[in-house]
């Protein structure tokens, strides 16, 4: 074998190793993102998102509902409200304790999964506000694309 050849060979196999690892750790990367979503573009799909999702917008007046109200005070209550962005809205169900600022109108990013049917999307966590004037990022974003934005914010 020539010094051409070697030097070849071992070009070919550096590339090949290299390719490996970046194809090893998109995979394993793939399996940890989470997506962020509106109600919008959830409704605009033709079938719902299989893995783990954020979904972002406003809880839906008049939507939160306690189906065990006797239990609500408990560790693992349960909760079922809407989450919209005006045009749009998704059903969420959430066992657990909700943020102390959650309530109807308020900003809110809850992570889970759909239902095997696709009708409700079942939370692992709940996210709201911290303050009168924070709203996610990425929900205020969405918001203001689609003009729904209504809060003049102070600087803008």
Do not use: C
């Not at 990367?29 to 109600?39: A, D, G, R």
């Not at 799909?45 to 065990?68: D, F, K, Q, W």
């Not at 943020?99 to 109807?104: A, C, H, M």
Request: without cysteine.
């Amino acid at each position: 074998m020539t010094k051409k050849n070697r030097r070849l060979f071992l070009a070919f196999g550096i590339f090949a190793f290299a390719a490996s690892a970046v194809a090893l750790t998109l995979s394993a990367l793939k399996s940890s993102i989470t997506y962020f979503y509106m109600p919008s573009e959830i409704a605009a799909m033709a079938e719902r998102p299989g893995g783990a999702i954020r979904l972002g917008g406003l809880v839906e007046t008049g939507s939160i509902n306690y189906p065990n109200a006797a239990a609500s005070t408990g560790k693992n209550s349960l909760v079922e409200f809407r989450v919209t962005d005006g045009a749009n809205a998704v059903k969420v169900v959430y066992a657990g304790l909700l943020p102390d600022l959650f309530r109807e109108g308020q900003g809110v990013i809850v992570q889970g999964r759909f239902a095997s049917d696709g009708a409700l999307l079942k939370a692992d966590n709940v996210l709201a506000k911290h303050d009168e004037n924070y709203m996610p990022k990425e929900v205020a974003d969405a918001l203001k694309e689609q003009g729904l934005w209504q809060k003049e914010e102070k600087g803008e």
